[in-house]
Every structure is written in structure tokens, then in C-alpha cells.
């Protein structure tokens, strides 16, 4: 179903996570961006675990029901990259420098930071001025993608480039993203761009707030972690440690089955007052919460600051109890993120969109993109 229509003026924001695609539709309703129509599917995404592979007869079969289901009709798709398969790094360079000299600089201290061989990597920077604002973006090569993805890793929109030598750099597996174009258009979609999923969720829970806070997205099988400040990521972290290890906890604990247990896990947490939670569910959080006070300090202690508040994202965001779990041990302002809150949708679908918002975050952002650079 469609609750809006489509047109040429709307975009599907895809996200291929590791237990699920998620798909939003949205267009531009007079001066609001609106929900067109959504979907996503719980199947597991097999092989993938491998950063520079993708199981592209799988994505394609999972993501062509999604779509047929969901009635999407709009050909513009822009996808996220894992966290996980992206290695991302804030840099300093001293002085003016040329634009050559200045590439040659970026990709000298890529070599220090990205742990494959550059070769191997597209890499994509970005200018940061004096108050962490984008102001530039560049690449120190051609896209392979780019047939497929003329805007493929991009940042946004480039005014004239300041002087200034803070650089915000990203780097991709050149195979994961030639696997992104070529399953998109084997399905005769147009791929507009890839981006990391912290852009998509900075766009969709982050907006035009500029105070530093952290994003936790937590997910089946993973968390990642990031510092936000000014709307730039500035810190993130990835463990292997999501839902699922919840799930496994309280299994282990009352000796029942995952299936039961994860039933038990909402029953337990649904029972929570005063940001308190069973011990089984706070021993699988722990690794959670001990990385979570380590970025936090690593950022105060290098911008002699701390965060206003954390955002908690992800399916498993929606447990009962966890924001102020959060709040008591993190010590900070904790909510759960609404990603919906710049999207004009039907009021009799409030409900569902709230109980899903988390999990569809990113895809959500991901759809944002082109109307936020217009």
C-alpha cells in the first residue's frame, strides 16, 4: 500500500543489515517530506560476515519480495554500508596545502589507519571547519561503482573549501561495493549513492541538533556506537554483542529455549521499574555499557567536553526498561530515538511506525538524503 503515492520525486532508502533488509519510501508533500510506503524482512542474511562479499542472489531474491510487497515504485535507492565493513577515521593536516599535495597527504595517512591495502579501498574524505561543519568533500580516485553509482560514498553537497586540516575519512572494500552495483542493477534499479549508516541515522535521530551525544544502535547481532558532534561522527565503535546475546543470556539463565526466552526477555524487562533490570539481561548489556563509558570518556577527555544525551536505536532499543537502565549507569539523558519525527505519515499508523521506528532508522535516513540537499 501506498499512503501518499508515488512520483519521480521519491526515494528508497535500502538497509542490508546482517538479520534483516529494511526498505522506506519517501517523497516531498508540499514543504514535508512524507512516508510512501515501507517494508523489510526478518530472514537472516547469509555469508555475510565476510566484509567484501555479499550474498547477491539471496539480497536480490530477499529484497525483490520486500518490494513487491511493500508496492515500492520508485527506481532511486540509496543503501547503506554496514558499520562494520567501513573503516572511518578523523585526521589532522598541518598548513595550506594544494590539492594534489593534500591527496597525496590523505592517502599517506590512510595507509596508518585502514588495515587493507589501499588498492583494495575506495576512499572518500571530508573537510571539517573549526566548528566540525562539512565543508568539502573529495575522492582520491575514480568510483568503481560509479557507472552503477555516479554519487556513490558521498558525503553532500561541497561549498568553496575552507583552510582548515581536520579530515573526516572513509574508506569501503572496492568488492563490497561493486557487489552493491551490480545487484542493484541486475534488478534495473538506480543506485543514486551508499553511504555508512551513522549519515542515515544522524539524518533521521539527529536532524539539525548540534550538541555532542552518542548513538547506540543495537542490533541482532551486533552494536555500534558513535560519538555525534555537530552533526559529524567523530568516535565509533563495533561489538558483537546485540539482542541476540540477550536472548542467549536468559536461555542459559532459566534453561528454556531461545524461542522461549526471547518471549522471556520482554516479559522480564516489561516487569522493570526504576531502571532496574534481571541480571541476565544486564550481564548480556554489560560489554554494552563498558564500551559505551570508554568512547564516552575518550571523548571527553580529548574535547575537554561531554555529550548532552545518548539515543538508543535498533530493534533491540525497544526493550522495556533500557532507557533508564542507560540513564542510571551511563549517567546521562537517555531516550529512544523516533525516527519518524521529520516524516509526515497517516495518524492511524502511529502505533505500528512507533513500535518499528528503531529498526527502520537508517533506512529511514537513508531516504532523507536527496530531499535534505535541495
Not at 52 to 60: A, G, H, R
Not at 227 to 256: C, E, Y
Amino acid at each position: 500500500m501506498s499512503f501518499f503515492g508515488s512520483s519521480s520525486e521519491s526515494y528508497v532508502g535500502v538497509d542490508i543489515g546482517t538479520s534483516s533488509i529494511k526498505v522506506v519510501e519517501l517523497k516531498k508533500r508540499q514543504n514535508k517530506v512524507a512516508l510512501v510506503t515501507y517494508g523489510f524482512s526478518d530472514r537472516l542474511i547469509s555469508n555475510y560476515g565476510d566484509a567484501n562479499k555479499l550474498d547477491i542472489k539471496y539480497v536480490t531474491s530477499t529484497l525483490e519480495n520486500i518490494l513487491r510487497k511493500s508496492n515500492i515504485s520508485s527506481k532511486n535507492i540509496i543503501a547503506s554500508l554496514p558499520t562494520f565493513t567501513v573503516f572511518s577515521s578523523i585526521i589532522n593536516l598541518g598548513g595550506n596545502l594544494s590539492d594534489k599535495d593534500l591527496s597525496l597527504s590523505i592517502n599517506w595517512e590512510a595507509k596508518k589507519v585502514i588495515p587493507l591495502p589501499l588498492e583494495d579501498i575506495v576512499l572518500d574524505w571530508q573537510r571539517i571547519d573549526e566548528n566540525n561543519l562539512v565543508k568539502e568533500q573529495g575522492k582520491t580516485e575514480a568510483n568503481p561503482a560509479e557507472a552503477a553509482a555516479p554519487d556513490a560514498m558521498a558525503f553532500g553537497q561541497a561549498p568553496k573549501k575552507p583552510q582548515v586540516n581536520r579530515i573526516l575519512l572513509i574508506g569501503a572494500p572496492k568488492n563490497l561495493i561493486k557487489s552493491y552495483a551490480y545487484t542493484f542493477k541486475s534488478m534495473k534499479l538506480n543506485l543514486v549513492s551508499l553511504e555508512t549508516e551513522i549519515f542515515g541515522l544522524i539524518r533521521s535521530l539527529v536532524g539539525s541538533d548540534k550538541a555532542p551525544l552518542m548513538i547506540i544502535q543495537i542490533g541482532a547481532n551486533s552494536t555500534n556506537l558513535f560519538i555525534v558532534d555537530k552533526g559529524v561522527p567523530m568516535l565509533n565503535r563495533t561489538i558483537d554483542v546485540g539482542g541476540l546475546a540477550i536472548t542467549k543470556s536468559i536461555s542459559k539463565n532459566l534453561n528454556i529455549t531461545l524461542e522461549k526466552a526471547e518471549q522471556f526477555k520482554y516479559d522480564l524487562a516489561g516487569n522493570s521499574s526504576d531502571g532496574q533490570l534481571p541480571k541476565p539481561i544486564t550481564e548480556a548489556l554489560a560489554p554494552i555499557i563498558n564500551e559505551a563509558k570508554y568512547i564516552l570518556g575518550a571523548f571527553a577527555s580529548k574535547e575537554n567536553r561531554d555529550i548532552e544525551r545518548v539515543i538508543l536505536t535498533g530493534g533491540s532499543s525497544l526493550l522495556y526498561g533500557l532507557p533508564g537502565y542507560f540513564a542510571n549507569v551511563l549517567e546521562k539523558n537517555v531516550v529512544v530515538g523516533d525516527p519518524w519525527f521529520r516524516v509526515a505519515y497517516p495518524v492511524e499508523l502511529k502505533p505500528v511506525l512507533e513500535q518499528i521506528g528503531p529498526r527502520m532508522a537508517v533506512a529511514i535516513g537513508l531516504a532523507m538524503r536527496e530531499f535534505d540537499k535541495k
